[in-house]
């Protein structure tokens, strides 16, 4: 399966700035996503990584707090701006190789907003 | 909308003990299926997955099958070791995963020697 590198795995922030997180696989993928998974709960999809084009955001996701890039087929970026403590989350990129192949995720960035 | 439904946690086990995770679903037309791991201060790893009703999926001892006819996809494993301590999280798809994963709550698994 490809191999999801993400950055930063972990990173402590002041409240009211923004993280910008990183998404690198080695080989080209067809979809890409991003997902938060609060303190000791599931995941939960934030957005699809669309090549080219606007995300497309889950309800209770907006572009404003989640920009989202993905200029091509093996990168993207998920930005969390104007954090506040409610943020500190696990963030985690996936990645399905095909159309009707499972999704792999990388190993995630611990977020603490203080 | 879609939903999983997952056996709550904490587990226990002994060394060797047998392994059930029950799962159940609600969605419309037929989901692929899937178990993920997490190990601590990992991300997820795909431990099977089934697309199809009576499909098996199976890995490292793992097995789980989509039981249609329940809405369930069931995690077992007939001996379980130190390392199998995780959280274990029951996922469904409306394709085959390149599409919204939705994530039961996860249990977490402790397995003592």
């Known amino acids: 399966s490809a191999v999801i590198s993400q950055k930063p795995s972990r990173d402590i922030c002041q409240r009211g700035t923004s993280l910008t997180i990183q998404c690198q696989v080695d080989?080209?993928?067809?979809?890409m996503f991003w997902y938060r998974q609060q303190p000791g709960q599931s995941l939960t999809l934030i957005a699809t990584a669309n090549q080219g084009s606007e995300a497309t955001y889950e309800s209770g996701f907006v572009i404003d707090k989640f920009p989202i890039s993905r200029p091509n087929l093996t990168f993207s970026t998920l930005t969390v701006s104007n954090m506040s403590p409610e943020d500190s989350s696990i963030y985690l990129c996936?990645?399905?190789?095909?159309?009707?192949?499972?999704?792999?995720f990388g190993d995630g960035t611990r977020l603490s907003i203080l | 909308g879609d939903s999983v439904t997952q056996m709550e946690g904490p587990v226990t086990l002994s060394e060797e003990a047998f392994l059930t995770i029950n799962c159940t679903y609600t969605?419309?037309?037929?989901?692929?299926l899937f178990w993920y791991v997490q190990y601590p201060g990992e991300g997820l790893q795909l431990l099977l997955k089934?697309?199809?009703?009576?499909d098996k999926g199976s890995n490292k001892g793992f097995e789980a099958t989509y039981r249609k006819e329940t809405t369930s996809f069931h995690l077992e494993k007939g001996s379980v070791q130190v390392s199998d301590s995780a959280v274990y999280f029951c996922a469904l798809s409306a394709r085959g995963g390149s599409e919204k994963l939705v994530f039961g709550k996860g249990t977490k698994l402790t397995v003592n020697p």
């Open positions: 996936s990645v399905a190789t095909g159309w009707d192949q499972p999704q792999h």
């Open positions: 089934a697309t199809k009703a009576d």
């Open positions: 969605a419309t037309g037929y989901p692929s």
């Open positions: 080989s080209q993928v067809t979809m």
